[in-house]
């Protein structure tokens, strides 16, 4: 077949359209593969009850030492047993109002650690409660005490109020 000459810009429509084509197919395929699945759960839309069996779920991936059972003692205040001290553990509470969740990477181990503490001063002593190698498990680790906080909020508010919301 003999070379056509072709009208002046067809060939940047064609590439531009193949170009169009490839990126829907692109997007069709992918989906939203990638993002951690356990992650996807809209927090804003668990209980309680949800949010601290997720966090006992994580906690069962670290090591021992680092392991904590989480439960409610009342709307506003988490329960820790920690498995550090015994075989029966070492309880401490933490109130969720004056909650304070950071969380630091150890520099020799790389590992990301969350620890829990009080904003009641500066003195309050900080307890580290979760490490892991991976950044998205940490922030959701923290991210589901930080939604706990929030619910501990609105119950408060709840019970002034006599209705839920702000």
Known sequence: MPFAFQARGAGRRHLLTMLL????????????????????????RMTARE?????????????REMRHLV??????????????????????????LSLDASSRTDRETGQIVVAIG?????????HEVYQT???????????HLRQLMRLCAETLHTD???????
Not at 22 to 43: H, I, N, R, W
Not at 118 to 125: F, K, T
Not at 133 to 143: F, N, P, Q, T
Not at 160 to 166: D, K, P, R, T, Y
Request: with cysteine; proline share 6%; aromatic share 8%.
């Open 133 to 143: 190698g991976r950044w998205h498990e940490a922030i959701s680790y923290r991210s």
């Open 118 to 126: 009080s904003l009641d001063g500066p003195d309050a002593p900080q």
């Open 71 to 96: 439960a409610l003692k009342d709307s506003c205040t988490l329960e820790l047993t920690s498995m550090r001290r015994s075989a029966e553990g070492h309880a401490f509470d933490v109130p969720l």
């Open 21 to 44: 084509i490839a990126t829907v197919l692109a997007a069709v395929m992918y989906q939203g593969k990638g993002y951690p699945e356990e992650d996807s759960v809209d927090g804003k």
């Open 51 to 63: 949010h601290i069996a997720s966090l006992n779920a994580f906690g069962q991936a670290v090591p």
């Open 160 to 166: 002034e109020s006599g209705h839920a919301g702000f």
